[in-house]
């Protein structure tokens, strides 16, 4: 691959890697879209941790939400970052494994304060309709984390496409890169 290629490549991932590491970074809450039933359905959600050597990225969630039956049924993951200040919006097509109860779910779940917890712990599962305004917890949910454990759930994706556009006021950057072979095979395209 050419070296401005790779550059940009490398570039990207870093900024990715950042959006998980440093709160206050723009890229550290991307939007994630699946394919719905009658539509793309498109949330917000926090990167937990990104390895871009192994170009994996962790996302939590709760297992009895929408989002998972959506990847159940169709496993591929869109990302889409925007940073304002460096005009760079990056998309991402990733492969998904959604994982739950097992030792890597345990180690993340330890670490997770109780504020955290209770977003896994309603009694109904997320997306529910109710009559009446609730947060979903009951009185003692502390006292019942572990069903928290039990819903807690990693997605954990796999890039294998990454799609790079920085606005320019000459002229605009864009590249796309493809995972081939082991390898990152990048390209220019028509901004
Ligand atoms: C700033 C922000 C961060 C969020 N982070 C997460 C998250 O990390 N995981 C998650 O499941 N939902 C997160 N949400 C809520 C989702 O956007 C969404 O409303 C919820 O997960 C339900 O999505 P679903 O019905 O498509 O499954 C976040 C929302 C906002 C506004």
Redesign the pocket.
């Known amino acids: 691959m050419k070296n401005e290629l790779q550059e940009i490549l490398t570039n990207a991932w870093q900024l990715i890697v950042r959006g998980a590491a440093d709160k206050k970074s723009p890229l550290r809450?991307p939007v994630i879209g699946?394919i719905g039933e009658n539509a793309t359905?498109l949330?917000?959600?926090?990167l937990?941790k990104v390895w871009s050597k192994d170009r994996k990225i962790h996302?939590?969630?709760?297992i009895r939400?929408?989002?998972?039956t959506?990847l159940q049924a169709n496993s591929i993951l869109s990302f889409l970052f925007y940073h304002p200040k460096k005009q760079i919006q990056i998309r991402l097509k990733a492969q998904t494994n959604i994982l739950n109860q097992d030792e890597s779910c345990r180690q993340y779940w330890d670490n997770i304060p109780d504020f955290a917890r209770q977003n896994y712990c309603t009694d109904l599962a997320?997306?529910t309709k109710i009559d009446e305004y609730s947060n979903g917890l009951t009185e003692d949910w502390q006292k019942h984390t572990e069903q928290g454990f039990v819903n807690f759930a990693i997605i954990e994706s796999s890039v294998f496409e990454l799609e790079y556009l920085k606005l320019g006021r000459d002229a605009h950057q864009r590249a796309i890169f493809n995972y081939q072979n082991e390898n990152w095979i990048g390209s220019w395209m028509i901004p």
């Open positions: 809450t699946t359905e949330r917000t959600v926090v937990r996302i939590h969630t709760d939400s929408p989002k998972i959506e997320p997306s």
